[in-house]
């Protein structure tokens, strides 16, 4: 079993930045693949950004390319989501996941564990 805990959400204005942190632990926490989602009010979950285990791979969805970064520090079990350039329409709940495997791609089927998430919410 795999924990995931979200940290690093809040209330911004447009243009501002904000780095989300998603720290994993448990016996199955040292190898996997690990992605960002995002929920929007009244809209379903949606992929944001994916990093496989060793780093080397990304994925970005077109609406966040070129503003948000993923990363990762395998010592700390910890993902990262750095956030620039935000907008209203990112305003959302965060939600870190992940899977026993080097990579898992956009798919949210594909990830077994799930964090509760972080909110973000943009202020015009």
């Known amino acids: 079993q795999v924990q995931l805990v979200e940290s690093g959400g809040g209330l911004v204005q447009a243009g501002d930045s904000l780095r989300l942190s998603c720290i994993a632990s448990g016996r199955s926490s040292s190898y996997n693949a690990m992605a960002w989602f995002r929920q929007a009010p009244g809209k379903e979950r949606e992929f944001v950004a994916a990093?496989?285990?060793?780093?080397?791979?990304?994925d970005y969805a077109d609406s966040v390319k070129g503003r948000f970064a993923i990363s990762r520090d395998n010592a700390k079990n910890t993902v990262y989501l750095q956030m620039n350039s935000l907008k209203p329409e990112d305003t959302a709940v965060y939600y870190c996941?992940?899977?026993?495997?080097?990579?898992?791609?956009?798919?949210?089927?594909?990830?077994?564990?799930w964090g509760q998430g972080t909110q973000v919410t943009v202020s015009s």
């Open positions: 996941a992940s899977g026993p495997a080097n990579w898992l791609g956009r798919m949210s089927y594909n990830y077994d564990y």
């Open positions: 990093i496989s285990w060793s780093g080397g791979t990304k």
